[in-house]
């Protein structure tokens, strides 16, 4: 996809002097960015730096990050998926239908993430088999993911939720269950991407497809897999956000998708595939999450954040194009 | 002001970049109406040097003398301006405007109030294309012309633009032999209109056609400039590389096994049809064609980057089934494929990742990949092929021409292929380098592999095979002995003849 077309192999005019400004801003830049954030809104607003903030801001976090993470996975593959809050209600009212009777927890569990995989997986079938672009196919099932979560819910709030449902948007040992969720896919995710052969094909099949293709790697299945797992985290997602509210809400999520790309996007995923990390998609979405809390501390009108926002998120690619 | 003798005179160029002296007092001179080859190894510096001339390198020490007078550009514009045309390999065009668009791109013909006049453009166009003696539309789309067409326009565009020197950069190394002749006969054509050509090319053959002069660049150094009139190959060659080659292709008493790979009746309509041949074990087969003939075709059949409608495929006596790559793999057949920068390498990768790209079951346990394992492996892949990377973490679109293919060379031997199937394997490729690839070819044969070589370069072709099968039309046109192999003889067959 990007070959790159200089068969001569020139000095690089960007080593030398500038090789250690360049490296160093690429790896550690983003984490700057964030640490020069906090330190503006610490100065702004006293309330920012303070242990109850700074824990609330994780918490807000935590969905966006896990949806972001599933999404890199698309993204590195040189895809994209638009139906995240979508899939968000849907998994979610799946989930709080289960927990409506009764006590139990692991069979909502267990239905919010099969729905979110089956999402996954229809999207990759549509994709690899259909050869449908994963614009229209996510920009679809988007759409059809909302009405389902409609139907299955009859357009109304589920309720009443069983307390050991419910308790997964609480606390473990002082510690945001949500929080913990997030780190625990975290590093099963930075593990299966940089240890396992899959994470490597994936990376290969983002970089260039058919040079993949000629070295016996099976695409189409390595694009299947990745949907499928962007859609069962997305499934783990909802479930996370209709404990904390309690409640299967089937017109959640509306944009959800929107801050999950700004993250991957602002961590230095390129969205064209074949490179990215992990870490900085859980920078990105930190970096989001703590605009939100600062201007919200700061009583900045919601419109107006959502500016700052997308201004802060054209401002992460230009940077991202100029290293 | 038209009396001088040298169109360009570049004195002395000196370039460094951060880390590297890409140029150190380097001169070329080139005589009005000449065709002037640039010649050296990937790395020499003629890139370099030809960036500086169009303008697009402002900072460099030394002079650089245009018909007579000095000149210092400030940028590609005024390089352009000033009479100098660069026709790159890659050529820059906009695909979804006509030829006449391309042609005049930036110098339409204007109306009043800002308008092209379309008339004058198509018409402008007509009468540059007729001047160098090319025909056609010139009001179709670019990305509907071959290549070849494409280049033209690139050439009628240079002239139009008044240019006193074009460089191009690499111009045969993506159109066919018929092409190549009429691409030939403009460049005769050009040159008695008073305009010079640098040509830079590593086909030897090419040169010594179409070439006055030579000018070699080693390492960034000046080594001569000479008339091509009387000068002999093997100087040529040990300009560049520095070094006496000896025989660049290795000589071979070799011992053929068993039969190893055997096709039968293999069709494909609309691309082949009824192609048999057996390749023995130690023997190297080559397969020889103009472009177009079905040779890649056959052999990505065979490896199972695509599929035949049908046709049987024996390895070692067993009939098999080969529907993907993974299959080709599993079966033994490793293919080094035509372009080794959209089929061989995810360039953003290093050269680690690239080499292992199909072979990460080697180092991984239970899918987890052992980062130790790896590491060895790879590191005595760079080893065994002498690759050139400062280490194995270099981003592979860093390494040259050369390096980059040993790189998938590597990946496809840790396959332990029994059948090694070569396209194209140096196209790109410098002399020295080329020369290495051979080397290794022979040793692969001689260690008891079959190995098909496909290449438009007849001397490797012939150089390197034991047998030569030659493609015309989709079809098996002949089959030529070393002991009888000549140009003229491959060439027939390979025009139908």
């Known amino acids: 996809m990007n070959a790159m077309s200089q068969t001569i192999a020139e000095p690089n005019a960007k080593t030398g002097t500038t090789r250690f400004g360049g490296e160093f801003f690429r790896k550690y830049g983003l984490f700057m960015a964030l640490i020069i954030l906090c330190a503006v809104f610490s100065f702004l607003s006293p309330v920012f730096l303070t242990e109850r903030n700074l824990l609330n801001v994780l918490n807000q976090v935590s969905i966006?990050?896990?949806?972001?993470?599933?999404?890199?996975?698309?993204?590195?593959?040189?895809?994209?998926?638009?139906?995240?809050?979508?899939?968000v209600a849907l998994t979610g009212c799946l989930a709080a239908m289960l927990a409506e009777s009764g006590d139990g927890f692991l069979l909502p569990v267990a239905a919010g993430v099969a729905g979110g995989?089956?999402?996954?997986?229809?999207?990759?079938?549509?994709?690899?088999?259909?050869?449908?672009?994963?614009?229209?196919?996510?920009?679809?099932?988007?759409?059809?993911?909302?009405?389902?979560?409609?139907?299955?819910?009859?357009?109304?709030?589920?309720?009443?939720?069983?307390?050991?449902?419910?308790?997964?948007?609480?606390?473990?040992?002082?510690?945001?269950?949500?929080?913990?969720?997030?780190?625990?896919?975290?590093?099963?995710a930075l593990f299966v991407l940089h240890k396992t052969v899959f994470g490597r094909y994936i990376y290969a099949v983002g970089g260039n497809e058919e040079a993949a293709r000629t070295s016996g790697i099976n695409v189409n299945r390595i694009k299947m897999y990745v949907y499928v797992i962007c859609g069962g985290l997305a499934g783990v997602a909802g479930i996370v956000q209709a404990a904390r509210i309690e409640t299967g809400q089937p017109n959640i999520g509306t944009g959800y998708e929107l801050d999950a790309i700004a993250a991957v996007v602002i961590g230095g995923t390129s969205l064209s595939g074949g490179s990215g990390r992990l870490m900085g998609t859980l920078i990105g979405a930190l970096i989001i999450g703590v605009i939100n809390n600062g201007l919200d501390l700061l009583n900045v009108p919601s419109y107006y954040q959502q500016i700052i926002k997308g201004l802060i998120i054209v401002g992460a690619l230009l940077i991202d194009r100029k290293s | 002001m038209d009396d001088y003798l040298n169109v360009l005179e570049m004195k002395n160029?000196?370039?460094?970049?951060?880390?590297?002296?890409?140029?150190?007092?380097?001169?070329?001179?080139?005589?009005?109406?000449?065709?002037?080859?640039?010649?050296g190894e990937n790395g020499a510096g003629k890139s370099t040097l030809m960036k500086i001339l169009i303008g697009m390198y402002t900072e460099y020490e030394g002079d650089i003398f245009f018909k007579g007078r000095r000149i210092a550009h400030t940028g590609i514009r005024s390089a352009m301006d000033a009479g100098i045309a660069m026709i790159h390999q890659e050529l820059s065009y906009v695909p979804e405007l006509t030829a006449a668009e391309n042609l005049f791109l930036g110098n339409e013909p204007r109306r009043k109030f800002g308008r092209i006049d379309e008339k004058k453009l198509i018409e402008n166009a007509r009468e540059s294309l007729a001047r160098i003696g090319v025909r056609l539309d010139p009001r179709t789309k670019m990305k509907e012309l071959s290549v070849s067409e494409r280049q033209m326009i690139e050439i009628a565009k240079a002239i139009s633009q008044n240019a006193d020197v074009i460089i191009m950069d690499e111009p045969t190394s993506a159109i066919s032999d018929r092409e190549v002749e009429k691409l030939f006969e403009i460049i005769g054509d050009v040159k008695q209109k008073g305009i010079s050509i640098i040509y830079i090319s590593h086909k030897m053959d090419e040169i010594f056609r179409i070439a006055d002069e030579f000018t070699v660049l080693r390492d960034g150094t000046f080594v001569g400039t000479q008339p091509i009139k009387?000068?002999?190959?093997?100087?040529?060659?040990?300009?560049?590389?520095?070094?006496?080659?000896?025989?660049?292709?290795?000589?071979?008493?070799?011992?053929?096994?068993?039969?190893?790979?055997?096709?039968?009746?293999l069709t494909k309509r609309g691309v082949f049809e009824n192609i048999s041949f057996d390749v023995r074990k130690g023997e190297i087969v080559g397969i020889a064609g103009l472009m177009g003939s079905g040779r890649t075709e056959v052999v990505n059949c065979i490896y199972g980057l695509d599929q035949a409608d049908s046709g049987d495929i024996r390895i070692a006596g067993r009939p098999v089934r080969i529907r993907s790559p993974k299959d080709g793999i599993r079966n033994g057949i490793g293919l080094v494929s035509e372009d080794r920068k959209t089929?061989?390498?995810?360039?953003?990768?290093?050269?680690?990742?690239?080499?292992?790209?199909?072979?990460?079951?080697?180092?991984?346990?239970?899918?987890?990949?052992?980062?130790?394992?790896?590491?060895?492996?790879?590191?005595?892949?760079?080893?065994?092929?002498?690759?050139?990377?400062?280490?194995?973490?270099?981003?592979?679109?860093?390494l040259s021409?050369?390096?980059?293919?040993?790189?998938?060379?590597?990946?496809?031997?840790?396959?332990?292929?029994?059948?090694?199937?070569?396209?194209?394997?140096?196209?790109?490729?410098?002399?020295?380098?080329?020369?290495?690839?051979?080397?290794?070819?022979?040793?692969?044969?001689?260690?008891?592999?079959?190995?098909?070589?496909?290449?438009?370069?007849?001397?490797?072709?012939?150089?390197?095979?034991?047998?030569?099968?030659?493609?015309?039309?989709?079809?098996?046109?002949?089959?030529?002995?070393?002991?009888?192999?000549?140009?003229?003889?491959?060439?027939?067959?390979?025009f139908g003849k």
């Open chain 1, 64 to 87: 966006n990050a896990i949806l972001a993470i599933g999404v890199t996975f698309v993204i590195l593959i040189g895809g994209i998926d638009l139906g995240l809050g979508s899939y």
């Open chain 2, 401 to 494: 021409g050369g390096n980059q293919q040993k790189i998938v060379i590597g990946k496809v031997l840790l396959g332990n292929p029994d059948i090694l199937i070569l396209d194209e394997p140096t196209r790109g490729i410098d002399v020295g380098a080329k020369s290495e690839i051979y080397k290794l070819i022979t040793k692969l044969a001689d260690e008891g592999k079959a190995v098909i070589v496909v290449s438009s370069e007849l001397p490797e072709i012939i150089g390197l095979s034991d047998r030569i099968l030659v493609l015309h039309e989709g079809k098996l046109a002949g089959e030529v002995p070393r002991s009888e192999a000549t140009e003229e003889k491959v060439m027939t067959l390979a």
């Open chain 2, 13 to 39: 160029i000196s370039k460094s970049f951060p880390g590297v002296h890409a140029l150190k007092s380097v001169s070329l001179t080139v005589k009005k109406g000449t065709v002037h080859a640039l010649m």
């Open chain 1, 117 to 188: 995989l089956l999402i996954g997986w229809i999207n990759g079938v549509t994709i690899t088999r259909g050869k449908l672009a994963p614009f229209i196919v996510t920009l679809g099932m988007m759409t059809a993911a909302r009405g389902a979560a409609l139907v299955i819910s009859d357009g109304r709030p589920i309720s009443r939720l069983s307390p050991s449902f419910n308790a997964i948007g609480g606390t473990f040992l002082g510690v945001q269950i949500p929080v913990l969720i997030v780190l625990a896919v975290f590093l099963i």
């Open chain 2, 230 to 265: 009387g000068a002999d190959i093997r100087q040529m060659i040990s300009m560049m590389v520095g070094r006496q080659l000896t025989e660049l292709f290795p000589e071979r008493s070799p011992e053929f096994g068993p039969e190893m790979l055997s096709v039968r009746g």
């Open chain 2, 343 to 398: 089929q061989g390498l995810v360039l953003q990768l290093s050269v680690r990742e690239n080499v292992m790209l199909s072979n990460l079951p080697l180092c991984s346990q239970a899918q987890v990949v052992s980062a130790a394992k790896e590491r060895a492996i790879v590191d005595e892949t760079i080893a065994n092929l002498a690759i050139k990377t400062p280490t194995r973490e270099q981003k592979a679109k860093n």
